[in-house]
């Protein structure tokens, strides 16, 4: 206790340096964790995004662009799925549930998402909970949209607002589908998924506002207004991807094989839990060097810690020896140069741990916004704890080196008068 209280002593006398050293530490504990907390944060926020959806269906590609234009709303598909072929899908026998997908378009920024009212009833995320409403109801009418939590808050809609869709991806799009408005009829709770940022409405609507036009535009001299389209057959003529529900997991296998081997359309049928961690493989690569830069953060702020020890040795000579000369053993003198880098590795831990949880508290609602990735503010992991843990032994065997410089020195050296 004795030591602790002289280190603390010790310390207190360069405050400057140790609070420099301190705040060192603290930015590279904070990397560390943050980096750790970006990696599990990431593949958690995936992972829950579906859940209870045994195959994913959609033109022949890569099953990881498929898993991301599909479910998490990145990318585009290469070509869609005829509507026979998903009418042939939904036919069969082991199939409970089909919910098909048409994507293309957006509003200010956001996805539109064309679906059937099922969607809402099947869809399931995180541990297959199912979608609930902070407002409103399904999508019924031609022209209703129910919106993600995150798109009513972001462009601060409510209940019957008007909103127009237009053609394409981006901020802007292309062109707008002012012609035929929708109305905004629900707003789905938070989910932390991509569900979030997406704008729904059903199939018919989404063929409804391209019914004038061809090849991605509009066809010149033809206007179908909003009454004049509820009127024709909007029955779609491809969608982009099928989410499928079996009665049983033992046709999953079954069943993917035969739509991916179908001679009649070029499909690709997918599980997303494989496809996923096909993605987290691919992407190994780059956890590691984030990983590694991290680490050398850290040593680099531990190394600046024991440069600071070594370099006061030479100005706490005469301490050392008036310590030695009042009974002070060289183990005590040890004991001190490792108290006082413990202490400060300790006290850098801890404070960056806390910058990293008010970054968290201050950044979570942009990072979820900008990039779709929730990070949840939640007690820290075994992982992180073993994280601190380490950095904390490593500041302590840092030490180790300074105070057995500093056991060497002889009390003669200490005293000499040095001009």
Partial sequence: MAILTLALKSLWNRRLTAVLTVLAIAVSVMLLLGVEKVRT?????????????????????????????????IGNATNNISWASYRRITRHPDVAWALPLSLGDSHRGYRVLGTTAAYFDHYRYGRRQNLAFEAGKPFEDLYDAVLGAEVAKALDYAMDDPLVITHGLGAEGFQKHDDKPFRVVGILEPTGTPLDRTIHISLEGMEAIHV????????????????????????PK??????????????????QRQINEDRREPLLAILPGVALQEMWDLMGTAEAALSAISIFVVASGLLGMLIMLLAGLGERRR??????????RPLHIFGLLVAEAALLTLVGAILGLALLYAGLTIAQPWIVAEYGLFLPIEAPSN?????????????????????????????????????
């Fill in 383 to 419: 992982r992180d704890l073993s994280l601190l843990g380490a950095v904390i032994g490593a500041g302590f065997l840092a030490g180790a080196l300074p105070a057995w410089k500093a056991c060497r020195q002889s009390l003669a050296d200490g005293m000499i008068v040095r001009m």
């Fill in 41 to 73: 944060g990431a593949k958690s926020s995936f992972a829950n995004t579906i859940a209870g959806t045994d195959l994913i269906v959609g033109a022949r590609s890569g099953a990881t662009q498929l898993l991301l234009y599909s479910v998490f709303r």
């Fill in 238 to 255: 491809s969608v982009t991807a099928i989410l499928i529900g079996l009665k049983s997991r033992f046709a999953t296998f079954g069943l």
């Fill in 212 to 235: 004038d036009w061809q090849g991605g535009t509009r066809v010149p001299g033809l206007t179908v207004s909003a009454e004049e389209a509820r009127q024709m057959n909007l029955t």
């Fill in 319 to 328: 301490e050392m020896a008036i310590l030695r000369s009042v009974g002070a």
